[in-house]
Nanobody
Framework: VQLVESGGGLVQPGGSLRLSCAASGFAFSRPAISWARQAPGKGLEWVSGIYGNGDTYYGDSVKGRFIISRDNAKNTVYLQMNMLKPEDTAVYYC???????????????????RGQGTQVTVSS
């Protein structure tokens, strides 16, 4: 199994970025995927999750600004991040499987699979 994130970078406050998570090697199609982030000196924060049927969930800090989606034909999950704030600065990870308990995970080790992360920096 492999999860590969891309799309991070430097953006000004109020700007947008779209992250991608390419998934491969799963024994089943449409794995449930989480996005989580970790800022320097802080713990893991769950950001969003999407089930194989397309149901989506968001953390309170990003609700209304971020949109998670998936393209099953490309085995890719996206995180569209709008109205970015400096406090969104972090390394963003995609991980699997997303479950109803993912919001409470303390670290990436609680996921079976995880990517290498992509840096998002929001700064003027």
């Amino acid at each position: 199994v492999q999860l590969v994130e891309s799309g991070g970078g430097l953006v000004q406050p109020g700007g947008s970025l779209r992250l991608s998570c390419a998934a491969s090697g799963f024994a089943f199609s449409r794995p449930a995927i989480s996005w989580a982030r970790q800022a320097p000196g802080k713990g893991l924060e769950w950001v969003s999750g999407i089930y194989g049927n397309g149901d989506t969930y968001y953390g309170d800090s990003v609700k209304g600004r971020f949109i998670i989606s998936r393209d099953n034909a490309k085995n890719t999950v996206y995180l569209q991040m709008n109205m970015l704030k400096p406090e969104d600065t972090a390394v963003y990870y995609c991980a699997a499987p997303f479950t109803s308990g993912s919001y409470a995970y303390l670290g990436l080790w609680e996921y079976d699979y995880r990517g290498q992360g992509t840096q998002v920096t929001v700064s003027s």
